[in-house]
């Protein structure tokens, strides 16, 4: 059974970093590309960051540009999400998602995701 699991979400003040990952199960991440996402209350599904399968083209939301950096580590069937600069703002809830279609490159549309986790709670408050 495909799935997909975040952890790493907890609450860290303004400021501060984390590590978010996205641990798969049932299939091999190295074939497909990750997405990052959140949501938060009220406000549509944002697209954070995407890594293609080769792991040699990523693509940021200029929101999280410079602060927050993508990776794969395929071995693992994992990925990651390092976060620095949080802002009170980054609060949501944060999502990994993969599509198998892209090789070359990567979106950041949510439409284009076939598979997502259940998300992983991210709080920044002092």
């Known amino acids: 059974q495909l799935q997909l699991e975040e952890s790493g979400g907890d609450l860290v003040q303004p400021g501060g970093s984390l590590r978010l990952s996205c641990a798969a199960s049932?299939?091999?991440?190295?074939?497909?590309?990750i997405g990052w996402f959140r949501q938060a209350p009220g406000k549509a599904r944002e697209g954070l960051s995407c890594?293609?399968?080769?792991?040699?083209?990523?693509d940021y939301a200029d929101s999280v540009k410079g602060r927050f950096t993508i990776s794969r580590a395929d071995a693992n069937n994992s990925a990651s999400l390092q976060m620095s600069g949080l802002e009170p703002g980054d609060t949501a809830i944060y999502f990994c998602a993969i599509e198998g279609r892209r090789i070359n490159s990567c979106s950041r549309s949510a439409v284009e995701y076939d598979y997502w986790g259940q998300g992983t709670q991210v709080t920044v408050s002092s």
């Open positions: 890594i293609n399968p080769k792991g040699d083209f990523t």
């Open positions: 049932g299939f091999t991440l190295a074939y497909y590309t």
